[in-house]
């Protein structure tokens, strides 16, 4: 189980976005790309897949970019992945051939995927944010 360059691309363009939440202001894509080193090109198509599955919001103008458009407490790392990597969800079931062998590497398989769910289900985009400033705390008094 690896997280693709997709998914990693969206959380940080959702990371970024979550640090900006209580201000209200929007983020340019530029903005975004040049904080979090993200092409800019496939952080639009990222960010268009995003705003079509309502967890980002465009807005137009001369101040424009993007928003959430839900508190980051309210959105978990599932939610984010399931969007980008079009899955439902729940682990579907593994088709193993009818064997012992192969029903038992089915199970094992259908656990590990159930236990990366609750564990990505169990942490939302705040939680990222309260981590990222935390590491950046030790970060800085460690070169002081």
Not at 60 to 79: F, N, S
Request: with cysteine.
């Amino acid at each position: 189980m690896e997280l693709s360059c997709k998914s990693e691309y969206a959380l940080l363009a959702l990371i970024e976005l979550s640090l900006h939440y209580s201000k209200g202001e929007p983020l340019r894509i530029c903005q975004i790309a040049a904080e979090q080193q993200i092409p800019d090109r496939y952080l639009e198509q990222l960010l268009a897949t995003l705003r079509r599955n309502g967890f980002v919001k465009s807005q137009r103008g001369a101040k424009g970019g993007y928003l959430l458009t839900r508190e980051p407490w309210k959105i978990t790392l599932l939610d984010v992945i399931s969007c980008i990597e079009g899955f439902e969800g729940k682990a579907k079931e593994v088709k193993s051939p009818v064997t012992p062998e192969g029903s038992v590497v089915g199970e094992v398989w259908q656990q590990a995927r159930l236990a990366s769910e609750q564990v990505l289900e169990g942490y939302t985009l705040q939680d990222l944010v309260d981590k990222r400033n935390a590491r950046q705390q030790v970060d800085l008094m460690y070169y002081i």
